[in-house]
């Protein structure tokens, strides 16, 4: 079974059903949820799901969003490990390289984001919600 990374802005994207990606981004998490594909997110994002949330809609959405996610992702750690060899990588955007290397180690063998240009010297392969879906799900 795939184990698939979800970047922070795919989960957003259900979670405050954000058009037009929100489509693409809930049908990748229904095909985790039924058990085609493994789940993973960093730990960051948890914490970054939460901030966002809770500042679009209140502490009870948050949780709820957060608990859901839960539920159908393993959460991939961001360890000393991580930060290290995140600081070793030339990506532009720092978080990125973390959230890159928090998925290499925890296992996953592709990267779902929607910013696939910042993951240019990604290791993994990495492909936009609908790209996913088109090479992994309507084949």
Known sequence: MVQVFLDTNVILDVLL??????????????????GR??????????????YVLHRAR???????GLRML?????VAPVTREVIQSALMLSF????DAVQHEAARLAG????????????AE???PVYS????LVHYVQK
């Open 17 to 34: 059903e954000r058009a037009p990606h929100v489509q693409a981004a809930a049908q990748i998490l229904a095909e985790i949820e039924v």
């Open 70 to 74: 839960l539920e159908f992702c393993r």
């Open 108 to 119: 996953a063998e592709v990267i779902v984001t929607r910013n696939v240009k910042d993951f």
């Open 92 to 95: 532009p955007d720092f978080e």
């Open 129 to 132: 919600p609908e790209a996913f």
């Open 37 to 50: 594909f493994i789940g993973i997110c960093s730990a960051t994002t948890f914490t970054t799901v939460y």
């Open 58 to 64: 209140n502490d009870r959405v948050a949780r709820e």
């Open 122 to 124: 990604a290791q993994l």
